[in-house]
T-cell receptor, first 111, second 112 residues
Framework: DSGVTQTPKHLITATGQRVTLRCSPR?????VYWYQQSLDQGLQFLIH???????AKGNILERFSAQQFPDLHSELNLSSLELGDSALYFC??????????FGPGTRLTVL | KNEVEQSPQNLTAQEGEFITINCSYS?????LHWLQQHPGGGIVSLFM???GKKKHGRLIATINIQEKHSSLHITASHPRDSAVYIC??????????????FGKGTHLIIQP
């Protein structure tokens, strides 16, 4: 158990819908990273938040957004969903610039 | 942007064999990560290293910063080591703020 929690575990929704994925980092970690793992693209970095502020962006689509709240939990919002957004979404937390600890992931299926 | 190459893509070995997985990257980095992903999907961090060698039980990771190359070794391999092993580096050379860029992974199967 990494100490990072993600909810929900599974999510099934329809094209065009909007969903919110939630991540709670390990106690004491200020950094939260979001990653997407799909069959065709593999693991990809989406976005990094540190202590409530966005620090780096990766291959995150404009339809996706994220935020980190004062209690350090983070949410990833995915809107206007397409079939290709079906993937495993991981968050990871760390002390800044240190080893990253991954949550169990949220499996998103868009039908 | 960093590029990561891993080899081999697939590896099947017998229990007890010594396993080596290689990783090379294109841009100088502050640290490299080795991760393990089991069939259930969960990702576990095995090592983060910036120089030399680290050991954790039967796992050993080495890195050569000048040659931009790292290896993961498993000694006395066991069927429970069967998993996908993934090498990852900061996306840009910077480090702390970067997310990770990942190799495609090595699918390892250890047969009893």
């Amino acid at each position: 158990d990494s100490g990072v929690t993600q909810t929900p575990k599974h999510l099934i929704t329809a094209t065009g819908q909007r969903v919110t994925l939630r991540c709670s980092p390990r106690s004491g970690d200020l950094s939260v990273y979001w990653y997407q793992q799909s069959l065709d693209q593999g693991l990809q970095f989406l976005i990094h938040y540190y202590n409530g502020e966005e620090r780096a962006k990766g291959n995150i689509l404009e339809r996706f957004s994220a935020q980190q709240f004062p209690d350090l939990h983070s949410e990833l919002n995915l809107s206007s969903l397409e079939l290709g957004d079906s993937a495993l979404y991981f968050c990871a937390s760390s002390v800044f610039a240190h080893e990253q600890f991954f949550g169990p992931g949220t499996r998103l299926t868009v039908l | 942007k960093n590029e990561v190459e891993q080899s081999p893509q697939n590896l099947t070995a017998q229990e007890g064999e010594f396993i080596t997985i290689n990783c090379s990257y294109s841009v100088g980095i502050s640290a490299l990560h080795w991760l393990q992903q089991h069939p259930g999907g969960g990702i576990v961090s095995l090592f983060m290293l910036s120089s030399g060698k680290k050991k954790h039980g039967r796992l050993i990771a080495t890195i050569n910063i000048q040659e931009k190359h790292s290896s993961l070794h498993i000694t006395a391999s066991h069927p429970r080591d069967s998993a996908v092993y993934i090498c990852a580096v900061p996306t840009y050379s910077g480090g702390g703020a970067d997310g990770l860029t990942f190799g495609k992974g090595t699918h390892l199967i250890i047969q009893p």
